[in-house]
């Protein structure tokens, strides 16, 4: 296997895998085999007393030790060179940059829009520079066999190719908390001259609000129709009475656009009731994004 000629991460790991559990399942079949057939061969019934007087066989022994070691060494082989593929970027790949944190995902692409989900050329490679936020995720796309961890504070990537345009699934491999099985999204493949139409295309007012929450991991924690997440749902709060603790004590307040600016600056000034105080901070966000935000949401009725 040439690394340098394989054309997916499937065509990378599918022959590895099928290999080596071929190797199993030949060496499972033989070894029982053999071992049934010397249980009834060599049964006390009938062979009461020992009959041989062999007290080694060379050529036995030097089979025994090559074999395994051929078998080994084949094993390592391929693996390696599908480690090397799956690490070797095909030149021209586009490049996305993949943020975790609890609990969504957020791609940003190299003209500065940002998505929930990884939508990508169909047939084209995607470089993923991955970066955690907070803590240990894994980004994991079984469809194209990829699976890497994001550890805070370390450069990571992984790469692949949808051969064909259609939805797969994307999702976190390591336990990241409450919300770890919450964290899942897709990679939506499009035909490449739809894809650039997605790329370019710029959202404005009311779609804008709803970027900046995707952007900034609001929407793994905060819904917008309704269910049920580990923070308050989006639809219908806004001039809805909630019910806080604010300086440990409960308080009652109604949801307006100083409230909902507060809670996005000051995440930790006012824990609605029942919901955990996790929510951290950005202090990346500019004074319009947060009004765009709180306009969003004051919109979802």
């Keep these: 296997m040439d690394p340098n000629l394989i054309t997916s991460t499937q065509a990378a790991v599918d022959p590895v895998f099928m290999f080596i559990f071929g190797?199993?399942?030949?060496?499972?079949?033989?070894?029982?085999?053999?071992?049934?057939?010397?249980?009834?061969?060599?049964?006390?019934?009938?062979?009461?007393?020992?009959?041989?007087?062999?007290?080694?066989?060379?050529?036995?022994?030097?089979?025994?030790?090559?074999?395994?070691?051929?078998?080994?060494?084949?094993?390592?082989?391929?693996?390696?060179?599908?480690?090397?593929?799956?690490?070797?970027?095909?030149?021209?790949?586009?490049e996305v940059t993949a943020t975790a944190r609890m609990w969504s995902w957020n791609f940003t692409y190299t003209n500065g829009k940002s998505s929930s989900k990884?939508?990508?050329?169909?047939?084209?490679?995607?470089?993923?520079?991955?970066?955690?936020?907070?803590?240990?995720?894994?980004?994991?796309?079984?469809?194209?066999?990829?699976?890497r961890d994001l550890v805070p504070g370390m450069t990571n990537y992984a790469w692949f190719i949808a051969t064909k345009p259609g939805s797969y699934d994307l999702f976190c491999s390591q336990y990241c908390g409450t919300g770890h099985s919450a964290m899942i999204t897709t990679v939506e493949a499009l035909p490449p001259a739809e894809f650039l139409a997605w790329l370019n295309h710029r959202e404005g007012g009311e779609h804008r609000g709803k970027e900046l929450l995707e952007k900034h991991g609001c929407l793994g924690c905060h819904s917008l129709d309704g269910s049920a997440k580990i923070g308050p749902t989006f639809k219908g709060i806004y001039r809805s009475s909630v019910r806080f603790m604010a300086a440990g004590k409960p308080m009652t307040a109604t949801v307006d656009d100083a409230y909902l600016t507060e809670s996005i600056v000051k995440p930790s000034a006012k824990i609605v009731e029942g919901f955990p105080a996790i929510m951290p901070t950005y202090p990346d966000l500019t004074v319009e994004e947060v009004k765009v935000m709180v306009e969003f949401i004051e919109g979802l009725k």
């Design 118 to 147: 990884l939508y990508v050329p169909a047939g084209k490679p995607v470089k993923v520079n991955l970066v955690a936020t907070d803590v240990l995720h894994g980004f994991y796309l079984p469809a194209f066999r990829v699976k």
């Design 23 to 94: 190797a199993c399942l030949l060496l499972l079949v033989g070894i029982t085999a053999v071992m049934v057939w010397f249980v009834i061969r060599y049964h006390r019934s009938r062979a009461p007393a020992p009959t041989s007087c062999c007290e080694g066989n060379v050529w036995l022994e030097i089979a025994w030790t090559l074999l395994p070691t051929l078998l080994v060494l084949a094993m390592f082989y391929y693996g390696w060179a599908g480690y090397l593929a799956l690490r070797n970027v095909p030149k021209g790949a586009m």
